[in-house]
């Protein structure tokens, strides 16, 4: 993909949710419990380069410049959190943290309204994450931006089926191992058939055993 930036999503093969909106993706995506140690919020240096190329991203896509994407040793906890607000937001439509966020709205003759956050790092990104969510509620798209229903996964994936169905970021790979997985727990659940029983004890053959 000559032109787009390296973001974590792309590189998982995930197809990246329109707009803005994959700005919750993309920080959902960082911490996937099948690729813990490719999470580029383990050390400032990472999350900085990581948070750069997710602001050119949305940049690149809303036509809006980059918001300052410095991160200093205390910010990196901040981030993390925003990750597990967000998780969580996609996963039950709930949040247990705050979420106060400040975007600033101007008129631009000739180009209509532009928004942007109203500082850098880690602030910018919640902004920018609240803004685009909306922004996807009033275009009712922002139900398609999914969390992989195998556990063990956890991928968040924007669902670009007709009716909205989906709910495996790859039924392949997820959805097939989690229905393998529960048709063995049924077997193993369910009474043996009578032609599973064991057959009666006899003393030879065709003769009961005696008591």
């Not at 200093?72 to 996609?90: G, I, Q």
Request: proline share 9%; hydrophobic share 35%.
């Amino acid at each position: 993909m000559t032109g787009e930036p390296d973001t974590t999503t792309r590189r998982y093969g995930l197809a990246l949710a329109p707009g803005g909106l994959f700005l919750a993706q993309e920080l959902a995506n960082t911490g996937l419990p099948l690729a813990p140690d490719a999470d580029p919020l383990q050390d400032v240096e990472a999350a900085a380069a990581w948070l750069r190329t997710a602001f050119a991203e949305w940049s690149q896509r809303t036509g809006q410049p980059a918001p300052e994407a410095s991160l200093a040793a205390r910010d990196l906890p901040k981030v993390r959190v925003l990750r597990v607000l967000v998780r969580e937001w996609l996963t039950t439509g709930a949040a247990s943290g705050p979420s106060t966020s400040t975007v600033h709205l101007s008129l631009d003759p000739g180009r209509g309204v532009s928004y942007g956050p109203g500082s850098g790092g880690v602030a910018a990104l919640q902004s920018l994450i609240a803004v685009e969510a909306l922004l996807a509620q009033r275009s009712d798209t922002l139900g398609r931006l999914k969390v992989c229903a195998n556990r063990g996964c956890g991928a968040v994936f924007y669902d670009e089926s007709r009716n909205g169905s989906r709910r495996w970021h790859d039924v392949k790979v997820c959805g097939n191992a989690v229905n393998l997985r529960a048709s063995r727990a049924r077997r193993a659940a369910r009474p043996p058939a009578p032609d599973d029983a064991p057959p009666p004890l006899t003393d030879g053959p065709g003769r009961p055993t005696r008591s």
